[in-house]
């Protein structure tokens, strides 16, 4: 159970997103006796699972993507639904006694005067003031659609797949998917499963496909295990269990991948797990084709010169963490506007700055995010609790 013991006073920490990123922050923070408050731009938690596309299922497993405190309820089955991961992150907030502010975005993040505190600026002119900030604004913030010369021409559907739901629109319909990851592969599976005429799948870096689990023992297991050992070895280790267990596709388009499993996902890239694409690829009902290059006269051309008519393009191209405008002036991204710091970790230029849920591993985010989150409680929970005995000794000695 959550202590009530308050560290922070009237400063509590700020925890921006309230996400399941930011709601096990908040959680363990609570139950260190830190007073958190979770900042929410929507209406409600878990803003980002409302909105995914009706048939996701979870691909880490339920007992490895629970967060701190609070295991999902085993009726939810091994492959946690969309639904159900929003019905337990509300159930979560709720369980955890969580003080969330919903319809607040962050605006700005500056430190404070007197160079104690951070100040945060809000929707609605708010200025809130707070000891310690995490940001946990996700991974996938803002949906990325690569500027295509000649794609505002184009006289068919063009959408993010942030925005798509289910195959109902598609029905009978020519869909071209751009992008071959998780995403990409899913929508592809459900379009063909939906009743689409034809769909076909551009590909500019042909993907490690995995299969989610062997015999019961579930990929994500494999690459907890894998993720420390060198890269060299994993991707030779990849490559085997790739050639054993997945099918050579290249006469229908999709050959194995020229680069190592581990080193893509140093990359930024985590290898495709397997819901249907395989399958559909064989029977030729997804046809891989080559990469998106523009759109002209209302034709989408591909990088191998091709021309082809679709009536729908779905870009699965990904988002972008869209932190620049929140924290770029403190020095704390990189090149690729990736916080440099994470888990307990601030950067000297920015103290008591946290952040949660920015890192893509082949272990799960959940998992990685949930045990950043115990992390970063650690670190706020011992710095609040030295500066109270310290403020607790000036007074007895006065
Ligand atoms: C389609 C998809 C499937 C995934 N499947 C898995 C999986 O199977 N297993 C796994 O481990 N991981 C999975 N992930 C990755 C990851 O676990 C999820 O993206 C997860 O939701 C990340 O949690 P988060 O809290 O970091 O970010 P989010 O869930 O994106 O939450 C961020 C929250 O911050 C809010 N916010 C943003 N900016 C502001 C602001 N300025 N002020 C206030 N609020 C703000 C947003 O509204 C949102 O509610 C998946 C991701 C996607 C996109």
Known sequence: MPSDIDLTNDRPVYVIGGGPGGLAVAAALRARGVRAVVLEKSEAVGASWRGHYDRLHLHTTRKLSALPGLPMPRSFGRWVSRDHMVRYLEKYAEFHGLEIVTGVEVTGIDRSADGESWLLRATGGRELTGSAVVVATGFNHTPRLPSWPGAESYEGELLHAGTYR????????????????????????????????????????VPHIVRRSTAGWPAQRTGILVRRLPTRLVDRAGEIMCRIAVPDLAERGLPRPDTGLYSRVREGAIPVQDVGLIAAVRKGRVEPVAAVESFEDSKVVLADGSRISPEVVIAATGYSRALEGLVGHLGVLDERGRPVVRGARTSDRAPDLYFAGFTNPISGMLRELSMDAERIAKAVGTKALKAKTRKAKSVKAR
């Open 166 to 205: 289910n195959p109902g629109p598609y029905a009978g319909k020519d869909v071209l998917v751009v992008g071959a990851g998780n995403t990409g592969a899913e929508i592809a599976v459900d379009l063909v499963e939906g009743g689409a005429a034809r769909v076909r799948l551009a590909i500019r870096t």
